[in-house]
């Protein structure tokens, strides 16, 4: 089990279930907004290294006023946690952008994480990217607990990929 | 010492890649897509539980 569902409702303001499809994380907030989270194994974007795409999706109607909501934050955090602590895993994420939105996301996620950072000792290490040339904007990011044991190895391997984005 | 296994090209097609599996993955959660389509298409999600 990748996530371990009984643990993060232990201390998560929202309650987490599973999905039907049993690979859906599913949990709605006061406000009745659903939340989605899926995470993807990707064994070929770092060489010999496996790390899990992180996608979270909200049904939060597109033109509608945004309300900011600090337990999705939580909530969010207590299954990356989770996730996380076990075996050094690694996520990675890319922000969707078929809205245009996708730097917003980006702005919002790392504000979770600053905020995080003054709760507590620096829990995660987060490395994010930008980027936008050659018909491709986008924005990402690979997110880590402090004490992965494998955290150099990922940061290089982050590293000397976005070395090649600076090639002309 | 890590060695790169990409080239700009190669690195740029796969993060065109996760985009697009990510948006094919929002079309499945959101009910426009089945759960069969998104295996056909080589997007696996963990088993969670």
């Not at chain 1, 406000?31 to 194994?41: A, L």
């Not at chain 1, 770092?46 to 900011?68: M, N, P, Q, T």
Request: aromatic share 12%; glycine share 6%; net charge negative.
């Amino acid at each position: 089990m990748i996530v371990d569902i009984a643990e993060v409702n232990r201390n998560s303001p929202y309650k987490i279930s599973l999905g039907s499809d049993g690979e859906t994380f599913t949990f709605s907030t006061d406000n009745g907004i659903d939340y989605k989270v899926s995470f993807m194994r990707d064994d070929s974007l770092f060489k010999g290294l496996v790390v899990r795409r992180f996608s979270l999706y909200s049904d939060w109607a597109k033109g509608e006023r945004h309300i900011y909501d600090p337990l999705v934050r939580e909530t969010v955090f207590q299954i990356l946690g989770n996730f996380l602590s076990r075996d050094n895993q690694v996520l990675v994420y890319v922000c969707n952008n078929d809205d245009g939105l996708h730097r917003y996301r980006d702005k919002l996620f790392g504000s979770w994480f600053s905020q995080a950072d003054k709760l507590a000792e620096k829990q995660f290490v987060r490395r994010a990217i930008e980027y936008s040339a050659e018909g491709i904007s986008f924005y990402a990011g690979l997110v880590c607990r402090s004490d992965n044991n494998l955290k150099e190895l990922y940061l290089e391997a982050l590293y000397q990929e976005m070395q090649l984005l600076e090639d002309k | 010492m890590y060695e790169s296994v990409h080239t700009k090209e190669s690195l740029l097609a796969h993060i065109r890649k996760m985009l697009d599996d990510k948006a094919k993955w929002m079309e499945y959660v959101e009910g426009k897509r089945s759960y069969e389509s998104l295996k056909e298409e080589g997007i696996i999600l963990e088993k969670l539980g």
